[in-house]
């Protein structure tokens, strides 16, 4: 009897131990899934960043999170108005101190948080900032109201922050066209914003090119109280004209 009972005993432990293998299997294969189709949607569509500076205060603040489409510009294109996240096109950014060491342990988990568009390694090495012009376009400061123009059309720009007691959309003059390829880019905190305004000795004239950009900045993520779409207030920009004539590369 006591053989027989033993003998029993042997195919559910044999199924037992399939059952976990096979679902500990599956776990592995779920989860090699995710990571890669959340890589190419990072890759490809959607990544994440936060706001390291007061450049695009009010609308977005210190240490905010935003989501990017990065199908912009490279198959939908840029408009007037939209925010876009870019690679420092050379010298925008001030010298940083030396990273600091971390263990293989963090980087591997930074690496498998950026892939859900949980962390952003490499934020610190972007700006943030909103079109104003785009190739061709002539935009300068400012209309006897204080405004930018476009192409020779005053903006209204209700989402920008200015001192108090001032009414200037900008505390410097300027004047310039967007080279082919490029845009001129400011940031909503007009005051406190090192832009295109302020970056005309680098590389690249102030301008943005469009290889630089990374995508458009569509809305806030975190954290939840400052939740918002980030519009691009297309309506307030539907006056300005295209160029008949393109302007030429830079």
Known sequence: MGQHSEDEQQPRKRYWGRTILFYVRDILVIFGIAIVVSFLVKTFFVRSFFIP????QQTLQIDDRVIVNELVP????LEHGDVVVFRDPGGWLLATSPM????????????VLSL?????PDSNEHLIKRVIGLPGDTVKCCSADGKIIVNGQPVTEPYITL???ENRAS?????VTVPANSVFVMGDNRYNSKDSRFNTDKPGGGFVS???IVGRAFVVSWPMKNWAWLPNYASNFSTVQTPATPAPAK
Not at 116 to 120: E, M, N, P, Q, V
Not at 171 to 175: E, L, P, Q
Request: hydrophobic letters at 35%.
């Open 53 to 56: 500076s007061a450049s695009m």
């Open 74 to 77: 490279k198959i939908v294109p």
């Open 100 to 111: 600091t060491q971390t263990n293989a342990f963090q980087q591997g988990t930074e690496w």
């Open 116 to 120: 859900f568009g949980l962390a952003s």
């Open 163 to 165: 001192p108090a007691g």
């Open 171 to 175: 505390g410097v003059n300027f004047n």
């Open 210 to 212: 469009k290889d630089d």
